[in-house]
């Protein structure tokens, strides 16, 4: 990351960013709104909220809906985790690249009156880094069952590009994090949904079994998606399913899950009694475990919208 970034990342995570909010604290003649729509102007605002900001997050190559990301979360660093354990590119270095492109793009239009197109910040953002779109490029080329080879098949805990590369059983598995609907719950109270879908072949056709359950909160979306791999686990064992694909849309935790060992350096400490419990119930199975995008799959993308459905059906 350019030291530039790195200041600018670290004045916005210690919440030190003259946003007009901020800055109008401390004299009348700093406007308090955003100098595009008249709002009051405070990071989420402008990095998120603002009509320009939502702009560019929805446009290539994040297709984020930055409005919805955003709800839901009371600090930056929980929504900055969510981007950097969902998205195909969140490494820390594209987001906050990005986000310094938007204050920058901010600034040249509020002291400079320099117009740019929300487009216009990602191409700033490519000059910046050198990987940022690559996965992008690969993104456009959508595979149909026909191009597919084994040869596309990544390492475990990579992203698998379409679950259709993987053979034999898979069950996805996914987490509401601190959700209000599950039965039972006192007003005000949370918890942590967990949603599994296995697909078994079978004689030529497939079995389909879907599960949701709950438990008590979690302190991290990173731990609820644990909690809800190593639920989905616990159902392969039960089930005695030889060989399955454990997929999940949180990339951190696929890594984790891959390396076979909770010891590594790698492995945030917050999930490794889920993990070793995930290793322990899989041992005998001989589980591969991979990330999937549900942006670029049409499969996991169903089920999640049968899931999220499900679970606000069922739990509302
Ligand atoms: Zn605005």
Redesign the pocket.
Not at 136 to 161: D, K, Y
């Given at each position: 990351m350019l030291p530039n970034i790195k200041t600018f990342a670290w004045r916005l995570l210690r919440r030190a960013l003259p946003t007009g909010l901020r800055a109008g604290r401390f004299s009348i003649h700093i406007s308090k709104t955003?100098c595009?729509?008249?709002?009051q102007?405070d990071e989420v605002?402008?990095f998120f909220?603002?009509?320009?900001s939502r702009a560019a997050w929805f446009s290539s190559p994040w297709f984020v809906r930055s409005d919805a990301l955003v709800q839901g979360h009371s600090t930056l660093h929980s929504v900055i985790d969510v981007l950097r354990m969902r998205h195909l590119y969140g490494s820390l270095s594209n987001i906050c690249t990005l986000l310094w492109c938007l204050w920058k793009a901010r600034n040249d239009f509020l002291f400079h009156r320099a117009k740019s197109l929300p487009h216009q910040v990602h191409i700033a953002a490519l000059a910046l880094t050198s990987n940022v779109y690559d996965n992008a490029l690969l993104l456009n080329q959508t595979p149909t069952p026909t191009q597919l080879s084994s040869n596309q098949i990544p390492l475990p805990g990579r992203t698998l590009r379409s679950d259709l590369l993987a053979d034999g059983a898979k069950i996805y598995s996914d987490a509401a994090f601190r959700t209000k609907k599950i039965p039972g719950l006192l007003q005000g109270q949370v918890g942590t949904g967990v949603g599994i879908f296995i697909s078994l072949p079978s004689n030529g056709g497939e079995i389909n079994v879907q599960v949701q359950a709950s438990a008590p909160p979690t302190s991290t979306p990173l731990q609820a998606e644990a909690l809800a791999l190593n639920f989905a686990a616990y159902l392969a064992s039960q089930l005695n399913i030889a060989q399955p694909t454990f997929l999940t849309d949180c990339l951190v935790l696929a890594g984790a899950a891959a390396l076979g060992n909770v010891s590594t350096s790698e492995t945030p400490w917050s999930i490794r009694k889920s993990l070793a419990s995930f290793f322990k119930t899989t041992y005998q199975l001989q589980p591969k475990v991979f990330h999937i995008s549900r942006e670029i799959n049409d499969v996991f993308c169903c089920f999640y919208r049968t899931l999220t459905c499900l679970l606000q059906e069922r739990w509302q």
């Amino acid at each position: 990351m350019l030291p530039n970034i790195k200041t600018f990342a670290w004045r916005l995570l210690r919440r030190a960013l003259p946003t007009g909010l901020r800055a109008g604290r401390f004299s009348i003649h700093i406007s308090k709104t955003c100098c595009r729509c008249g709002q009051q102007e405070d990071e989420v605002h402008l990095f998120f909220m603002c009509s320009f900001s939502r702009a560019a997050w929805f446009s290539s190559p994040w297709f984020v809906r930055s409005d919805a990301l955003v709800q839901g979360h009371s600090t930056l660093h929980s929504v900055i985790d969510v981007l950097r354990m969902r998205h195909l590119y969140g490494s820390l270095s594209n987001i906050c690249t990005l986000l310094w492109c938007l204050w920058k793009a901010r600034n040249d239009f509020l002291f400079h009156r320099a117009k740019s197109l929300p487009h216009q910040v990602h191409i700033a953002a490519l000059a910046l880094t050198s990987n940022v779109y690559d996965n992008a490029l690969l993104l456009n080329q959508t595979p149909t069952p026909t191009q597919l080879s084994s040869n596309q098949i990544p390492l475990p805990g990579r992203t698998l590009r379409s679950d259709l590369l993987a053979d034999g059983a898979k069950i996805y598995s996914d987490a509401a994090f601190r959700t209000k609907k599950i039965p039972g719950l006192l007003q005000g109270q949370v918890g942590t949904g967990v949603g599994i879908f296995i697909s078994l072949p079978s004689n030529g056709g497939e079995i389909n079994v879907q599960v949701q359950a709950s438990a008590p909160p979690t302190s991290t979306p990173l731990q609820a998606e644990a909690l809800a791999l190593n639920f989905a686990a616990y159902l392969a064992s039960q089930l005695n399913i030889a060989q399955p694909t454990f997929l999940t849309d949180c990339l951190v935790l696929a890594g984790a899950a891959a390396l076979g060992n909770v010891s590594t350096s790698e492995t945030p400490w917050s999930i490794r009694k889920s993990l070793a419990s995930f290793f322990k119930t899989t041992y005998q199975l001989q589980p591969k475990v991979f990330h999937i995008s549900r942006e670029i799959n049409d499969v996991f993308c169903c089920f999640y919208r049968t899931l999220t459905c499900l679970l606000q059906e069922r739990w509302q």
